[in-house]
């Protein structure tokens, strides 16, 4: 075989590919965070980006070039969630900006793409790190530059051999970060975008995989025609999906039997298999066939099971409904003058917990996104709320390290309103910088004492070990209560209130006046009221402030001021 | 008989030992206690108002009877030719409304100055008109000149809770906007009639660190600049803590170089809306004409 071009046809065919092979194994992404707190979302996060993008592809009818470019391109921008999703989205704008142009991509238009992708994801980043995805983007644009120069011909070798290097320089982050040395792993999003190349590889090699999107997590809705009689035409109906975690090998033979076992069984399958992980996904009448199967190669994980024929009366029935609701949108500007006047200034915040959203509306905030550690908002909810709040200029508080990115791109994106991100990364943070707005203020006034206030509060953040790690020389072990601060870890311990108590102190500085203690949704109030008492008894020159925060992931947040 | 007599009321902070010093009349505010009329300074002393106001005893203020008022300007036009009453802003109280009416029974002999001033900035303008008096200016002139200056003033209010404002039901417009579960210390201001809320803190010194940013503000965009003492008058007013604005004081000799920065008592009529923990930061620009 020497295919020495891609068009349209097959990049679509290796683009889904690439997508379907990151969400089989995101949650195996996840699990390289090197962080030992439970904010393992890599791989979700660049998942929940790519398919984004998918599924403006699977939408297209026509194979153009063109069109394909830019649904690869805006699709994955306005999904684009997490600084991963948000560098991955870069990293495919880039690309498509060189590849929209020509029908047939050769090796020299997928170098010179490569390298438009790597140059666009290096300006969005404002402090680009090696050892990261840019790392690895960098140096298989670099190998493609090499080997097309030297003459490469041959579309399989060469991207074999950029997959192959880029695979080596993988292997090399963690002599790059040292974070991920510790931890003893590769960096993950660099790793989920191999996930992704390796798919598209497959693809490209004509590997059989299905190429229909399964169940896309996010449950987005995805815009199909259902046929009201098709209920009855469902030949299989359960739609069933798990994780084999091998504990034997499984070779092409394996997974060519295992394959020929499902369709006696069904239809729709995949089986995405990894070097310790297998991807399932089958429709059949049975689904405890396949499972008694699978469990010939490993312990099963992730399991899900759906009743497709009951969920397709439930979907037709939610189709009328946002029919009708569509329905009424579309009356509703005519019921209300058409100009909606434009207040001087609007506040969206991103915040998770009944209790945080309360506290950031009483705060005067417009919109609150519900967001934050492990499920950081995307852009296009970024630009939904921003769309919402009808004010010439509008304040964005991120509140967390990895949703600033997502809040710049909607910023870009965003050309009828002026839209100022404030880079708050904790909830405290945020609180202090809304609390200091003053309205007589002009926005770059206000923007310059919110950056200054801002600096005066320190957070620190009581969540618990997923697994055993050691960090900054403290050993972890696997369930101890971490307090994280603004720069590391101030307090381990095996109790919960021992380890905050522990946390305030290591933040206490001279001339702080307040402690705010915001509890999580895990926390019971008469616990958290104990630990208020005896911080206030602490601490008796300042005040202690104690709010019902219902945050997860972290039981308290805590900031001094 | 002397020319013009200067008179006032309580909310300037002026006592009434300081007034007999000055040869100003300071009217004294009324104060409901539980029920019984006391008088600021006569018969109701600092000590005692805090101690009561922070015991939860429900206090309102009331504007000056009538009577009062025009026995004391009968009085005054006994040995002088003229008044002139420079009553708490008429934004804030009936009182100046009051004056105003009574006034023209006397036929242009006391004139009511609506210059909007309360606390420090109403105690600058007694002292203005004084000087204004000294020089032989009628009441009108004095008038005229006050209410022309009236909007070179700026006051901030630091507030150490909303408890005693919503108490008071004076919590309209101002704090409507800081209905929160936080725990807010609101920074007020008053600019010509309107007491609105400014800023919101959440401890004392973010709340002393916006009134001299936004005061520092003012006095270069309309109090003409700062300029030493001859250009402005700085001042604190506090309400239970002297010690507080005594500290405060010495934090802000260099924020304010060249300025001397007073500390006058927060007049009671006004600490009762703010409660003990306020703080007040004040600024009036200087009368050119003087």
């Not at chain 1, 068009?7 to 090197?34: H, P, R, S």
């Not at chain 1, 689904?287 to 994980?301: C, D, W």
């Not at chain 1, 009808?390 to 508080?397: G, L, Q, R, V």
Request: charged content about 25%; hydrophobic content about 40%.
């Amino acid at each position: 075989m020497s295919l020495n071009t891609i068009d349209a046809q097959l990049l679509t065919k290796m683009f889904l590919a690439g997508a379907q092979n990151l969400e089989a194994k995101k949650e195996w992404i996840n699990e390289l965070n090197v962080f030992p707190v439970p904010d393992g979302d890599t791989g979700t996060n660049m998942s929940l980006t790519i398919m984004s993008a998918a599924r403006e592809v699977t939408k297209l009818i026509d194979d153009d070039m063109e069109t394909l470019a830019k649904a690869i391109s805006s699709g994955s921008l306005r999904g684009a969630r997490g600084n991963s999703g948000v560098i991955l989205s870069q990293l495919f704008r880039g690309f498509c900006k060189v590849i929209r142009d020509h029908q047939k991509i050769d090796i020299e238009i997928l170098t010179s793409a490569l390298e438009k992708a790597v140059e666009t994801a290096y300006k969005a980043v404002m402090k680009p790190k090696e050892g990261t995805i840019l790392t690895v983007a960098r140096e298989a644009a670099v190998k493609a530059r090499d080997l097309q120069k030297n003459g490469a011909s041959d579309m399989g070798a060469f991207l074999d051999e950029v997959i192959r290097h880029a695979d080596f320089v993988l292997s090399q982050t963690p002599d790059m970060l040292p974070v991920l040395k510790q931890a003893g792993v590769v960096d993950s999003g660099g790793q989920g975008l191999m996930v992704i190349a390796k798919g598209a590889y497959d693809a490209f090699l004509g590997k059989e995989l299905d190429f229909s999107l399964g169940e896309v997590t996010s449950g987005s809705s995805v815009d199909m025609k259902l046929d009201p009689q098709a209920a009855a035409d469902i030949k299989y109906g359960y739609c069933t999906e798990f994780i084999i975690l091998l504990n034997k090998t499984f070779n092409i033979k394996h997974e060519m039997d295992f394959k020929a076992y499902l369709e006696s069984i069904g239809d729709s399958i995949v089986v995405v298999a990894d070097d310790d992980i297998v991807k399932v996904h089958v429709h059949t009448n049975d689904p405890g066939m396949a499972i008694q199967r699978a469990l010939m190669y490993g312990a099963l994980s992730n399991m899900k099971i759906d009743n497709m024929r009951l969920e397709h009366q439930e979907k037709l029935f939610k189709m009328s409904q946002s029919s009708q609701k569509k329905e009424e949108k579309t009356q509703t500007p005519t019921s209300r003058p058409a100009v909606t006047e434009l207040k001087e200034t609007g506040f969206i915040s991103v915040a998770a917990g009944e209790g945080m959203e309360e506290i950031f509306r009483g705060l005067g905030v417009d919109f609150v996104i519900s967001g934050g550690q492990t499920m950081n908002p995307s852009t296009e909810d970024m630009l939904n709320a921003i769309e919402q709040v009808a004010a010439k200029n509008i304040f964005i508080f991120p509140n967390n390290k990895n949703i600033i990115l997502a809040a710049d791109q909607a910023k870009r994106m965003t050309k009828d309103k002026k839209i100022i991100v404030i880079p708050s990364k904790t909830i405290p943070q945020g609180i202090t910088a809304i609390i200091n707005y003053i309205p007589d203020l002009g926005i770059e006034e206000n923007e310059s004492i919110m950056l200054d206030e801002m600096k005066n509060v320190g957070t620190g953040q009581i969540t618990y070990a997923v697994r055993d790690t050691d960090i900054d020389g403290r050993a972890i072990k696997q369930g101890d209560y971490i307090g994280l601060g603004d720069s590391g870890i101030l307090a381990v311990g095996s109790g919960m209130e021992e380890t905050a108590l522990a946390m305030a102190e290591a933040m206490m500085e001279e001339e702080k006046e307040l402690i705010s203690i915001y509890y999580g949704a895990d926390v019971k109030e008469k616990d958290a009221e104990a630990l208020a008492d005896k911080i206030r008894e602490r601490y008796s020159g300042c005040d202690v402030e104690l709010q019902y925060g219902g945050q997860p992931v972290y039981y308290y947040i805590v900031s001094v001021e | 008989m002397k020319k013009t007599a200067v008179m006032t009321d309580s909310n300037s902070g002026i006592t009434q030992t300081e007034a007999a010093e000055l040869g100003v009349t300071v009217l004294p505010m009324p104060f409901l206690l539980d029920g019984e009329v006391y008088y600021e300074d006569i018969n109701l002393t600092r000590d005692d108002f805090y101690r009561r106001l922070e015991e939860g005893m429900s206090i309102s203020t009331s504007q000056p009877e009538p009577e009062t008022v025009i026995e004391t300007y009968r009085k005054l036009l006994e040995d002088h030719e003229e008044v002139v009453h420079i009553p708490m802003s008429s934004g804030l109280s009936g009182s100046c409304q009051t004056a105003y009416m009574l006034a023209r029974e006397f036929e242009g002999r006391v004139q009511v100055v609506d210059n909007q001033r309360i606390s420090i900035t109403q105690r600058h303008s007694v002292l203005d008109a004084l000087t204004l008096a000294e020089a032989g200016k009628s009441a009108l002139e004095i008038r005229t000149i006050l209410e022309a200056d009236k909007f070179n003033a700026t006051i901030y209010i630091y507030m150490d809770t909303l408890y005693y404002l919503k108490k008071g039901g004076r919590i309209t417009p101002a704090a409507a906007a800081l209905g929160t579960i936080l725990k807010i210390k609101p920074v007020l201001t008053i600019q010509g009639e309107k007491l609105d809320s400014f800023a919101k803190a959440r401890t004392l010194q973010q709340g002393k660190k916006l009134m001299v940013t936004a005061l520092k503000k003012d006095i270069d965009t309309r109090l003409g600049g700062i300029g030493g003492t001859e250009n402005v008058r700085i001042s604190i007013a506090y309400s239970e803590s002297r010690e507080i604005a005594l500290a405060w004081q010495q934090e802000l000799a260099s924020e304010f170089p060249g300025c001397e920065i007073g500390i006058e008592p927060l007049s009671l009529s006004v600490a009762c809306h703010i409660g003990p923990g306020g703080l007040g930061f004040a600024c009036s620009a200087n009368l050119k004409a003087m």
